[in-house]
């Protein structure tokens, strides 16, 4: 696709920055702590029974379930349970190595309501995660960001545990989403918009400190502004193009929600089309838009002086801004202050905050081990979006290339400040007494 916005690179690139100087005590903070559910969830994916962890006090907790587990207490018993760790963690890789291209997966995601409109979950648990994660399927929501706002989950607790799952997907190979749509239906999304464009840099920065690539890391937008407002489609089509300007490699998600009007679903389509978007959710008609309007983003260029452009400029310039407060504040302090949506997320309050503690420095988790080695290759990665060369002047066949344009008149060598001398310095000049 082309870049249509001419977005200031400099300050998409301090964007992403100040998002990693963002999560950064965030995921030190996950790295010495672990939940309950993370290790119920290891014990199931190593064949031990889960509820082993009902038993242990925090304390013990603390050293990791599996440090507790009967085998392991005999000789040998440590190195069985992590062959059976390393068994499970194969046949993730298995998963990965023989799922299906990304493209025939993304396709059979448009079509399912459990991923599309009516999915009413923002990210799974680490122990319903494994449960299921062996039934190959092609898609997850998992956004704890979201889970924290909206899903009444304590903020710590749901980074935990997001981060856990994230590392499990990656695995596997599961294609996962964001959840920015439903973000977006909860706030003014024509004045505060911008919101969203924070929260995809902040599940960029967990997303890649879970090792997972962007051709598995699925961003995800809606069509929520009131279309009483004038020029509102412009509006959705300038958020839709920045999102997929500033995510060209991940699939990228656009969806309908609730029932909606002909002409709102067609402007959605068209929309989702001009914008390159990978699954459009909520609608069976998508294919035969799609058949319609097939390669007109190619055929469309966006005047950079129009309100589609100044739009876009305009929502990168107060993301931009909004990363500065929370940078200033601190991640958890912004959230808890209801920086987005003007939901507050209390550190210290939410559901599932009893089940966050601390690890011990003998601290004995083997599927989080082999998890952060290397994995195994899956040969070259799939690219869901190629950005092409932006078109330039028609060069006549057979005609001589243009010269190249001069630089200007070129100093000559040696002259100037700054021209070092060669051989000794010269000797000071001699100072006359009286």
């Known amino acids: 696709m082309y870049r249509k916005l001419n977005l200031d690179r400099d300050k998409v690139d301090r964007c992403r920055d100040m998002a990693k100087r963002v999560a950064a005590p965030v995921l030190r903070y996950i790295e ?7 290790e119920r ?3 199931k994916l190593v064949g031990a029974d889960p509820n082993v962890v009902d038993t242990l006090t925090r304390d013990q907790l603390r050293r990791g379930a599996c440090s507790w587990m009967p085998s392991v207490q005999e000789k040998g018993g440590r190195e069985a349970l992590g062959e059976q760790a390393r068994a499970a963690v194969r046949r993730l890789d298995g998963i990965r190595i023989q799922a299906d291209p990304v493209g025939m997966r993304l396709a059979r995601l448009s079509s399912d309501d459990r991923f599309g409109k009516d999915d009413q979950s923002f990210a799974p648990t680490p122990d319903d995660v494994a449960s299921r994660i062996f039934d190959r399927c092609d898609g997850e929501s998992c956004d704890p960001i979201a889970l924290a706002l909206f899903g009444a989950s304590n903020v710590k607790r749901a980074f935990i545990d997001g981060q856990f799952v994230r590392k499990l997907f990656v695995r596997a190979g599961v294609i996962t989403r964001t959840r920015e749509d439903e973000l977006l239906h909860r706030l ?3 004045r505060h918009g911008h919101q969203a464009l924070v929260s995809l840099f902040l599940n960029e920065q967990f997303a890649t400190a879970a090792d997972m690539p962007p051709e598995i890391f699925g961003v995800t937008t809606t069509f929520a502004i009131d279309p009483a407002i004038e020029s509102s489609a412009l509006f959705e089509l300038a958020f839709a193009q920045v999102v997929r300007e500033l995510f060209l490699r991940n699939p990228f998600f656009f969806a309908l929600r609730g029932d909606q009007p002909a002409f709102r679903r067609a402007l959605f389509h068209t929309i989702g ?7 459009r959710l909520g609608d069976r008609d998508a294919a035969m838009f799609s058949n319609a309007l097939h390669d007109v983003g190619d055929e469309l260029l966006i005047n950079p002086n129009g309100l589609i452009s100044r739009r876009a400029h305009t929502v990168l310039e107060n993301a931009f801004k909004l990363l500065q ?3 200033t504040q601190g991640l958890l302090e912004s959230l808890a202050g209801g920086v987005l949506a003007d939901v507050a997320c209390a550190a210290d309050g939410g559901e599932g905050f ?3 503690f601390q690890k011990e420095r003998g601290y004995w988790n083997p599927i989080l081990d082999l998890l952060a080695e290397e994995q195994t290759p899956t040969g070259e990665p799939e690219i869901v979006v190629e950005e092409k060369p932006a078109p330039g002047p028609e060069v006549v066949k057979g005609s001589a290339p243009a010269a190249p344009k001069s630089r200007g008149r070129r100093r000559r060598r040696g002259r ?3 021209r070092k001398r060669s051989g000794p310095a010269p000797a000071a000049p001699a100072i006359k007494t009286a």
Do not use: F
């Open 325 to 327: 407060r929370v940078e």
């Open 416 to 418: 100037g400040r700054g």
């Open 273 to 279: 089309i001009i914008s390159e978007v990978n699954v």
């Open 32 to 38: 010495h702590h672990s939940t309950v559910a993370i």
């Open 41 to 43: 969830a290891t014990l």
């Open 354 to 356: 009893d089940g966050v």
């Open 188 to 190: 003014d999304a024509y």
